[in-house]
């Protein structure tokens, strides 16, 4: 029997509901004074028993309705967040690309950011010198490249972000909607670096809206609403969310 390179047992997640109304003094105190010890703390839950198993050679599409729990799914995986209840049992290395820029320092300058990426995502400062070029080449910022990436444009940014993320060979990709910034012919080398990583990867999982690259990309699909699983399978789970939309 296989072993899972990702299984989600029981997954579950809750956050504390706050309420940030201002209030004087008086206000607060005589708030506590009519709760008590009945003062309850109120949570929303994100996860409800999720349970998943992804093998090599998956190539998962997550879709659903805004607010549903996507994004909150694959950042559990990916130990942003820590389960409620439940767990995430990861049997391989995970290559995350869910924002851009995610820990980029902006005071430091682009070549500093390069290493701080590496080191956030545990590759080694060898392999981060390897591979220090070709990101630098690939975001076309050599000129830029000992510049506080603050003095960056958009684009600039964008496009740094995206090669220091994608330069590394991933064993699971995660990927949140793609960022590729820059015109339209880096956004085009950009593309064909995502599906080099795809076909390189031993799996994969994709949360996107645009529909036509899921099904150029993915072979497995999970519908999540509410936070828990509607329905996972084949292609027939993505017409079965799309016909629901309508």
Known sequence: MKTPLITCNNLNLRFKLHNFKA???????????????????????????????????????IVGKNGSGKSTLLKTICKIYTPSFGQVIRNAQ?????????????????????????????IPRYEVKEKLDEIIDFAEVRKFIDTPVKYYSTGMFMRLAFSAATAFQPE????????IGGDYVFMEKGKKR?????????????????????????????WIEDGYIKEIGGFSVLENYLHSAL
């Open 172 to 179: 699971i990709l995660i990927i949140d909607e793609l960022f």
């Open 23 to 61: 209030k004087t003094i008086k206000e607060s105190i005589m708030d506590l004074w009519k709760k008590g010890s009945n003062n309850k703390n109120e949570y929303f839950s994100a996860l409800k028993n999720i349970n998943l198993d992804l093998f090599k050679g998956d190539r998962l599409a």
């Open 94 to 122: 995970i290559t995350p690309l869910l924002e851009a820029g995610a820990g980029f320092n902006m005071e430091c300058t682009g070549r500093e950011n390069i290493f701080l990426h590496g080191a956030i995502n545990s």
């Open 194 to 222: 995502i599906f080099e990583l795809v076909d390189l990867s031993k799996a994969m999982v994709l949360v996107s809206h645009d529909h036509e690259l899921l099904k150029e990309l993915c072979n497995k699909f999970l």
